[in-house]
């Protein structure tokens, strides 16, 4: 990548649209100079004279900007939220935080991930939470302290009155309740 592309990738330069594409390696996107997503790093950019070439290396067409006129069906971009979410639950996510970086707004990730797979991004994200929460309690003596950070909920009430609303029992009664039956 040259000065020149740079400069007209964090400007979003109209001009250079269609002379070539950018694709971000940590995301797994491309696209055109022109769209308004978040500037990438520098270090993590890798520039392609043709959509085509860029999907051809896995990158998948950001969602906002269309590079090449390409669409990214809905149920890819849904795994591409998903896969992110998997990865990151233990951080701290919001709507913003996703729509961000997979490149759409937080209204329209939210209704297509809800559309595709029947429950919104954060609840998505709580039932992943909750059963590795689970998890800790049964096979590891972490305190709720310890496992909240490890869940990326780090905020101990919070992750109590979760915990109580999907499983209807509290973290410890639930720790409790599974030594009991595996003994
Ligand atoms: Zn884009």
């Given at each position: 990548?040259?000065?020149?592309?740079?400069?007209a990738?964090?400007?979003n330069?109209k001009?250079?649209?269609?002379?070539?594409?950018?694709?971000?390696?940590?995301?797994g996107?491309?696209?055109r100079?022109?769209?308004k997503s978040?500037?990438?790093?520098?270090?993590n950019?890798?520039?392609?004279?043709?959509?085509?070439?860029a999907?051809?290396?896995g990158?998948?067409?950001?969602?906002r900007?269309?590079?090449?006129?390409?669409r990214?069906?809905?149920?890819e971009?849904v795994?591409?939220?998903?896969?992110?979410?998997?990865?990151?639950?233990?951080?701290?996510?919001?709507?913003?935080?996703?729509?961000d970086?997979?490149?759409?707004s937080?209204?329209?990730?939210?209704?297509?991930?809800?559309?595709?797979l029947?429950?919104?991004p954060?609840?998505?994200?709580?039932k992943?939470?909750?059963s590795?929460?689970?998890?800790?309690l049964?096979?590891t003596?972490?305190?709720?302290?310890?496992i909240?950070?490890?869940?990326?909920?780090?905020?101990i009430?919070?992750?109590?009155?979760?915990?109580?609303?999907?499983?209807?029992?509290?973290?410890?009664?639930?720790?409790?309740?599974?030594?009991?039956?595996?003994?």
């Open positions: 990548m040259n000065n020149e592309q740079w400069e990738i964090i400007q330069d001009n250079y649209d269609d002379l070539f594409f950018y694709a971000v390696k940590s995301t996107i491309f696209c100079p022109s769209c978040r500037p990438p790093k520098k270090e950019v890798q520039i392609y004279a043709a959509a085509k070439e999907m051809q290396e990158f998948r067409p950001c969602k900007c269309k590079p090449g006129g390409l990214l069906p809905d149920e971009w795994t591409q939220i998903k896969e992110y979410i998997d990865d990151h639950y233990n951080e701290s996510i919001t709507l913003h935080t996703l729509a970086l997979c490149h759409g937080p209204y329209h990730l939210q209704r297509t991930f809800k559309k595709v029947g429950i919104s954060v609840e998505y994200m709580q992943i939470r909750i590795k929460a689970k998890e800790y049964i096979t003596n972490k305190s709720l302290v310890e909240g950070a490890a869940i990326g909920m780090s905020n009430p919070y992750f109590i009155t979760l915990f109580k609303k999907v499983t209807g029992i509290t973290p410890i009664q639930y720790r409790k309740k599974e030594n009991i039956s595996n003994e």
